[in-house]
């Protein structure tokens, strides 16, 4: 099993005095001002639970939006503070961008077009040509950042996510002595459904412009490479995953991401949570009942309202269940200013009122919903105490949520009812795969987690954690790396870089 300490070890070994830089949109603490104090928090994603290990583990420098208010107090005149705020490992320098820039960039390229384009959930993209600019414009900025960061010493840059795919080939044009791999979030789709982006071929030559190119599985890899060989003149090599671009080489390869599992464990075994448990049970009323779960960002691509609408069908087709289970649903609001979003909140509303008004009775309601960021202890509480827990994403890279809920489950109890949809379906064989669109499946599904005996909970829950022990962030971050400096090595950068080091 890959440990923090094997995954420093092969850093030493593989990257020697390059230089470790991980760039992203958003960073892994925020500080926000409370009483006007600068107070930090870690966002809700994937990325952090996924990089942040990997960057205390190696150090370096990670460069990302100051999008708190209370950045500007804690940074140094180089925009840069060291990180985690409690036990300090690495450093995380800022860009800054304007309000214009956080809208066109964020909020309408990312957000409006890219994350609605990349995800089959039947949100319809916009592609608004100043949003597109300032894209543009803000990749460039974090691609000056980088350059001055890296000077002319060798590094490793990691891009992060759908954000910066122009990125890449900034660097390159830039002839810096640098290594470049992407790390794809998010899923990569059909290109019949990739080529309505009018900055197609852009976004293909940005990402092209790495040396490694990652995503989940494969199945978005080969999305990715039929998309370029339809957009581009390229040769694509399907054999070993790999696109010749000009003179350059991309290996695409797939990557499932995940977690600190050891780290997930130990926190959950914790009396601190243990506390935390019986404090919830009594102040929400959640004491003697059976609970499922579901934490999401809320997001139209976490199928949380076709959760809501099995849930309700549960009840309506096994009403002995009414006063004895209970939904729990805890979010994290994001990207509200958009309008999908407004809606989506709206919608979710509704359908908790609807089904709670419908169902509950004194002193018991079948959806306990909080969309208010709950802290982290309160979070792996719920997990604990959680008879099932629900991922019903209608697309979604790899959704992290289930593996976290496998890796805080030390007592081998639990089911989880997993999307086919999600990445972790092709690892989590032993959850309750069912296709969130099918809510009379789901609803069955949520009575076969509440009915099943604990044995078969206990064997199901035993091969799960065995699976994301051994597949651990520290592996995932291993292969990357192991990867990209394999292939960097037969690249022109990496070729002169070793030379002039004088290594082979
Ligand atoms: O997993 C995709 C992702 O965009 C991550 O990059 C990010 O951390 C997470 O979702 C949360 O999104 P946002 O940064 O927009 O709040």
Redesign the pocket.
């Known amino acids: 099993m890959w440990t923090k300490q094997d995954l420093q070890a092969l850093v030493q070994r593989q990257t020697g005095d390059y230089r470790l830089v991980i760039v992203?949109?958003?960073q892994p603490y925020i500080h926000n001002l409370v009483d006007g104090q600068p107070q930090f928090v870690i966002?809700?994603?994937?990325?952090?639970s996924a990089l942040d290990p990997l960057m205390q583990a190696c150090g370096g420098t990670w460069i990302a939006y100051g999008g708190g208010q209370g950045d500007r107090y804690i940074v140094d005149q180089d925009n840069r503070v060291m990180v985690p705020p409690d036990d300090p490992a690495y450093s995380l320098r800022l860009v800054w961008l304007t309000e214009q820039e956080e809208q066109g960039y964020?909020y309408g390229f990312s957000?409006e077009a890219l994350?609605p384009l990349c995800h089959n959930a039947y949100t319809e993209p916009v592609f608004d040509s100043r949003d597109w600019r300032t894209y543009q414009q803000v990749n460039r900025k974090f691609a000056d950042l980088v350059l001055d960061e890296v000077g002319d010493r060798p590094a490793v840059v990691l891009t992060?996510?759908?954000?910066l795919a122009l990125l890449p080939q900034y660097l390159r044009e830039a002839d810096a002595p640098i290594i470049t791999g992407q790390f794809w979030?998010?899923p990569w789709p059909h290109a019949e459904i990739f080529r309505i982006c009018p900055w197609q071929s852009e976004l293909v030559e940005g990402l092209l412009g790495n040396n490694l190119l990652g995503f989940h599985i494969g199945d978005h890899c080969s999305n990715f490479m039929d998309t370029a060989s339809r957009t581009l003149p390229v040769r694509v090599d399907q054999e070993y995953n790999r696109i010749d671009y000009r003179d350059d080489t991309t290996l695409v390869r797939p990557f499932p991401i995940s977690i600190d599992f050891d780290d997930i464990c130990q926190f959950s075994e914790s009396p601190e949570v243990t506390e935390e448990m019986v404090r919830i049970q009594d102040e929400w009323g959640l004491g003697g009942q059976i609970i499922g779960l579901g934490i999401d960002?809320v997001d139209y691509t976490k199928g949380i309202p076709h959760r809501f609408r099995a849930i309700g069908r549960f009840f309506e087709k096994y009403p002995q269940y009414l006063g004895k289970v209970v939904f729990v649903q805890a979010g994290v609001l994001?990207?509200s200013d958009i309008e999908a979003y407004q809606q989506l909140g709206g919608q979710i509303d509704h359908l908790v009122d609807e089904i709670n008004g419908r169902f509950g009775r004194a002193g018991w309601q079948p959806i306990v919903y909080k969309p208010d960021d709950l802290p982290a202890v309160t979070l792996m509480a719920l997990r604990r105490l959680s008879r099932f827990c629900i991922v019903s994403s209608l697309h979604d890279?790899m959704n992290l949520v289930a593996k976290e809920f496998v890796a805080s489950r030390f007592d081998d109890d639990g089911v989880l009812i997993l999307s086919p949809f999600a990445g972790a379906a092709l690892e989590l064989t032993q959850s309750l795969i069912v296709n969130p669109y099918a809510t009379e499946e789901m609803a069955e599904a949520i009575r076969d987690a509440v009915t099943m005996p604990q044995t078969e909970r206990r064997y199901r829950m035993q091969q799960m954690r065995g699976t994301v022990r051994e597949n651990n962030i520290y592996k995932w971050a291993a292969r990357l790396l192991v990867e990209l400096m394999q292939c960097a090595r037969g690249s022109k950068v990496g070729r002169s870089l070793y030379a002039s080091a004088g290594m082979r």
């Not at 966002?43 to 952090?48: D, S």
């Not at 992060?160 to 954000?163: L, N």
């Open positions: 992203s949109n958003r966002p809700a994603g994937g990325l952090t964020y957000n994350w992060q996510d759908y954000h979030h998010i960002r994001s990207r890279g």
